[in-house]
């Protein structure tokens, strides 16, 4: 039974689609473009709501960090494989968090064998990979739900996390910088519709926390009678 239909409170019953790790977008059958982070947001996400009673699904990238073994787990390779799983399980979900550092260009047309080296100059063409909660945010299925984006940079952009929350129609955008990657602790801020606040350093466990509270205290609070608006 999903959770507000008997009255019980707490998260019970509440879905939540978690993406963690980073994507990689292959050039050849030996090279590839990727990035730094490590997965271990989305994994701390995971183990969190499932202590929280919450029901999870991990979307996750090549990563060398085991995820939680009590969480049915997708692993993914490159961005187009991200999307497709989001969509995939985006029905499924009452609330969408999208901590995966996914590749914001891909190759237009990977090697299909190694590229030789000739000592001339490579140039590697890019195309735009699509971006998923953009695509999710117009899907009809979006109305009630809460989406939770990230937003990194060389530092604490707040200002990027505003665009984001306006520009991808979120309920929540978590701002911190690439100091985040592969760190147990980081600085971060909350951007909602609600307003801004810094959250100073925190273990991203606590960070977990957070974020499911303030989500769990939405649909609380609605007693699942939700809107397209999750107040954080």
Request: hydrophobic share 40%; glycine share 12%.
């Amino acid at each position: 039974m999903r959770g507000g239909e008997d009255g019980r409170g707490g998260g019970s019953g509440i879905r939540i689609l978690i993406t963690g790790g980073p994507t990689v977008e292959d050039i050849d059958p030996v090279r590839f473009l990727g990035n730094r982070s490590t997965g271990r947001m989305g994994i701390a996400l995971a183990r969190t709501a499932v202590a929280l009673g919450l029901e999870a699904r991990l979307i996750l990238g090549p990563t060398h960090l085991a995820p939680p073994p009590e969480v049915e787990t997708i692993g993914i390779r490159s961005a187009g494989e991200m999307l497709q799983a989001v969509l995939a399980n985006f029905s499924w979900c009452d609330a969408l968090v999208m901590a995966a550092a996914v590749a914001d260009y891909t190759p237009v047309q990977p090697m299909k064998g190694k590229i030789k080296k000739n000592g001339a100059d490579f140039i590697l063409r890019l195309k735009r990979t699509e971006d998923i909660l953009f695509r999710v945010g117009r899907l009809p299925e979006r109305r009630g739900k809460c989406l939770i984006g990230f937003s990194l940079d060389v530092g604490e952009n707040v200002e990027e996390g505003r665009r984001k929350l306006r520009e991808k129609g979120l309920d929540m955008v978590l701002v911190n910088s690439v100091a985040a990657f592969g760190a147990q602790r980081v600085r971060s801020s909350i951007v909602s519709l609600g307003g801004e606040e810094d959250l100073g350093e925190l273990d991203k466990e606590e960070l977990a926390d957070i974020l499911f509270a303030r989500a769990i205290r939405f649909f609380d609070q609605n007693a699942w009678q939700r809107t397209a608006t999750c107040q954080a």
